[in-house]
T-cell receptor
Framework: AQSVSQHNHHVILSEAASLELGCNYS??????LFWYVQYPGQHLQLLLKYFSGDPLVKGIKGFEAEFIKSKFSFNLRKPSVQWSDTAEYFC???????????FGTGTQLKVEL | GAGVSQTPSNKVTEKGKYVELRCDPI?????LYWYRQSLGQGPEFLIYFQGTGAADDSGLPNDRFFAVRPEGSVSTLKIQRTERGDSAVYLCASSSTGGERNEQFFGPGTRLTVL
């Protein structure tokens, strides 16, 4: 069965620290990869996506993610986090030709001043 | 530009009752999705509509769950004989068309509590 594993459930960082959130997916075929973010009191919104081409993709607010096919991974990174990055982050994928998103369990990030 | 809206925002019901949850997609979006998010989990797919028809209902957990989209716009998720395990946030999303590369825009969700 297809699934997504997010290794860190809760992460606490100080402002200006670097961030890396792990994501591994389980599926043997073509995938399209996504990171969604949910800020406190807001709905899910797309942070970035990967379909094909350059495996390093850049999203909004300085976030980036790298697709490593051999590791089935799509880790999210940001060089210097801000207090406003406090949110829950979800990794997700669609199979090639598919419509539904398969989500991980999410990582709750808290950035302290 | 209105986003996806869902009503009610909160619904409390008793075990065994029937509930309806409504989703208003972004105008012009032909694809509509329902997901369910239980506490501490990520959203789980329930059903996908392309226009008026359910193109994929493989995520519906059992026959107590049913969804319709009669005019290809608003959708209603219906749950019969609710159980405490149905308590979750029910999310609706829409996209301009279906397909693997189309961004899904999510609504705020309906928090369902079954007592």
């Amino acid at each position: 069965a297809q699934s997504v594993s997010q290794h860190n459930h809760h992460v606490i960082l100080s402002e200006a620290a670097s961030l890396e959130l792990g994501c591994n997916y389980s599926y043997g075929g073509t995938v399209n990869l996504f990171w969604y973010v949910q800020y406190p009191g807001q709905h899910l919104q797309l942070l970035l996506k990967y379909f094909s081409g350059d495996p390093l993709v850049k999203g909004i607010k300085g976030f980036e993610a790298e697709f490593i096919k051999s590791k089935f991974s799509f880790n999210l990174r940001k060089p210097s986090v801000q207090w406003s990055d406090t949110a829950e982050y979800f990794c997700a994928f669609k199979t090639g030709g598919g419509n539904k998103l398969t989500f991980g369990t999410g990582t709750q990030l808290k950035v302290e001043l | 530009g209105a986003g996806v809206s869902q009503t009610p925002s909160n619904k409390v019901t008793e075990k065994g009752k029937y509930v309806e949850l409504r989703c208003d997609p972004i105008s012009g979006h032909t694809a509509l999705y329902w997901y369910r998010q239980s506490l501490g989990q990520g959203p789980e797919f329930l059903i996908y509509f392309q226009g008026t028809g359910a193109a994929d209902d493989s995520g519906l957990p059992n026959d107590r769950f049913f969804a319709v989209r009669p005019e290809g716009s608003v959708s209603t998720l219906k749950i019969q004989r609710t159980e405490r395990g149905d308590s979750a946030v029910y999310l609706c999303a829409s996209s301009s068309t279906g397909g693997e590369r189309n961004e899904q825009f999510f609504g705020p969700g309906t928090r369902l509590t079954v007592l």
